[in-house]
């Protein structure tokens, strides 16, 4: 690597790094929790571990140590969710996934920073990530309206028919 090239990685760091600052800083004040039932709680036991970064060592933040406990929780909270996420219309499923995936879109760049920082990944591939996350929304947003059709596959031995019915969280 030639000197203006070094410089310049150099100077993308550190605007990557000036970048991440005040998120980082947010992310050591609060920690992180487990999210579970949409609140960020803290483990059941209070039990957490340290983050650190790839790139230099330095604690990035305190996360929650979560266990069986925990687990259960988030299983309880995700079933009593399901059947409300089951019911509702697809349509209305739909732009709640895309206003998901709006919302990853605004901050990818946040995402991609701090995610350089947490895995030690260059910018240039989480920064595609990041996008690639929003388009799995999408996706999914998309195929809401289909997603209990099912599939009609005859051949000449058999007809195959299948139909989709929700069955609830999984692990």
Request: proline share 4%; glycine share 6%.
């Amino acid at each position: 690597m030639d000197k203006a090239t070094a410089k310049s990685s150099a100077d993308v760091f550190q605007a990557n790094r000036d970048r991440a600052g005040p998120l980082l800083a947010k992310l050591k004040t609060e920690g992180i929790g487990n999210l579970i039932d949409g609140k960020a709680v803290p483990a059941a036991s209070g039990q957490t571990f340290e983050t650190k970064s790839p790139v230099d060592g330095t604690v990035l933040a305190t996360v929650a140590r979560g266990n069986a406990e925990d687990i259960d929780r988030a299983a309880t909270a995700a079933a009593k969710a399901f059947k409300a996420w089951r019911d509702m219309p697809a349509a209305q499923r739909r732009k709640l996934l895309h206003r998901v995936a709006d919302a990853i879109e605004e901050r990818a760049d946040d995402i991609a920073v701090l995610e350089c920082i947490d895995t030690g990944q260059a910018h240039r591939f989480m920064a595609k990530a990041a996008i690639r996350a929003a388009e799995n929304f999408r996706f999914f947003a998309d195929k809401c309206g289909e997603a209990r059709d099912g599939l009609n596959t005859p051949s000449d031995e058999h007809w195959n028919i299948s139909t989709r019915v929700p069955i609830g969280p999984v692990a």
